[in-house]
């Protein structure tokens, strides 16, 4: 069974930075790309960041460009979105999505249960 | 970018009801649309993909058509468990858009 564990949402001042974690099991992590996923209050989904399973592809949504980084660790089965320059409307529940190919393209299959971010002064 | 419009927006209707909702792409995206489930409080889960094909567990009485720019979700009897909000999204190349979503209430 896929299991997907997000990590290290917290409230951070407007400029702060975050780093999330996604603790990935029961399938072979390194065979598919990864996702993440936000969906502020009462509003729709948006996925801001993608990765390869190899690591070497990424993707950014223009809104996080330039102040987030996905990576992962493949050893550790863990995916990662280190977010800097937090502004308000980055506010939102992170998931971590498990995409249905090796690149990134495909359908989001598993999601996590999400972590909050709360950018706040 | 390619954006993702479906409507309605919301929609109630009772148990038993054929319901559908409509998802239309700017641009011809041909079969690579998928359709997400969000009940209330819960995480999205992906009903099925390539417009039409369902996923391992998902009731029969979804169904899903169109190719190009213009497709389909239906729900051929509405069940109180199919409460939720669904959205479309567009994939195959990033940015992989959803559309804004459609509440479904009974």
């Known amino acids: 069974e896929v299991q997907l564990l997000e990590s290290g949402g917290d409230l951070v001042q407007p400029g702060g930075s975050l780093r999330l974690s996604c603790a990935a099991s029961?399938?072979?992590?390194?065979?598919?790309?990864m996702n993440w996923v936000r969906q502020a209050p009462g509003k729709g989904l948006e996925c801001v960041s993608s990765?390869?399973?190899?690591?070497?592809?990424?993707y950014y949504a223009d809104s996080v460009k330039g102040r987030f980084t996905i990576s992962r660790d493949n050893s550790k089965n863990t995916l990662y979105l280190q977010m800097k320059s937090l502004r308000a409307e980055d506010s939102a529940v992170y998931f971590c999505a498990k995409d249905s190919r090796n690149e990134p393209g495909g359908t989001f299959e598993s999601w996590g249960q999400g972590t909050l971010v709360t950018v706040s002064s | 970018d390619i954006q993702m419009t479906q409507s309605p927006s919301s929609l109630s209707a009772s148990v038993g009801d054929r319901v559908t909702i409509t998802c239309r792409a700017s641009?011809?995206?041909?079969?690579?649309l998928a359709w997400y489930q969000q009940k209330p409080g819960k995480v999205p889960k992906v009903l099925m993909y390539a417009a039409s094909t369902l996923y391992s567990g998902v009731p029969s009485r979804f169904s899903g058509s169109g190719s190009g720019t213009d497709f389909t979700l239906t729900i051929s009897s509405l069940q109180p468990e199919d409460v939720a909000t669904y959205y479309c999204q567009k994939y195959n190349s990033d940015p992989r858009t959803f559309g804004q979503g459609t509440k479904v209430e009974i």
């Open positions: 641009q011809d995206i041909s079969h690579y």
């Open positions: 990765i390869s399973g190899s690591g070497g592809t990424t």
């Open positions: 029961g399938f072979t992590f390194s065979s598919y790309a």
